[in-house]
Nanobody, 126 residues
Framework: QVQLVESGGGSVQTGGSLSVSCGISGYTASSKSMGWFRQAPGKEREGVAAIASGVDTRYADSVKGRFTISQDNAKNTLSLQMNNLKPEDSAMYYC????????????????????WGQGTQVIVSS
């Protein structure tokens, strides 16, 4: 049984940094994709960053240069380092894992991910 558990959200002022992590169990990443998604109130869930085969990353344009996704297979964790945060980054952040390998074009689309964590809240105040 795949379990994903996020941690590390919180509140920060504009320009600050936060790191969120996802503990992974019952899952073998290999060539499959893992990603971070976020959903703000009244908005659709959107892809933020994804990683495949542990090294092949993709970022949403809105976070490029500010967010970094990483995967540590030895520790079974997926992390997202968020720098220079903006109020529009405020959302519930979810960790997700796919059940198959995904094309580059699919990696930021929530519909292709089978497993989800419960989310962790990130609030950025101006």
């Amino acid at each position: 049984q795949v379990q994903l558990v996020e941690s590390g959200g919180g509140s920060v002022q504009t320009g600050g940094s936060l790191s969120v992590s996802c503990g992974i169990s019952g899952y073998t990443a290999s060539s499959k994709s893992m990603g971070w998604f976020r959903q703000a109130p009244g908005k659709e869930r959107e892809g933020v960053a994804a990683i495949a085969s542990g090294v092949d990353t993709r970022y949403a344009d809105s976070v490029k240069g500010r967010f970094t996704i990483s995967q540590d297979n030895a520790k079974n964790t997926l992390s997202l380092q968020m720098n220079n945060l903006k109020p529009e980054d405020s959302a519930m952040y979810y960790c997700a894992a796919s059940s198959t390998s995904l094309s580059w074009w699919s990696r930021l689309s929530p519909r292709y991910y089978a497993y989800w964590g419960q989310g962790t809240q990130v609030i950025v105040s101006s």
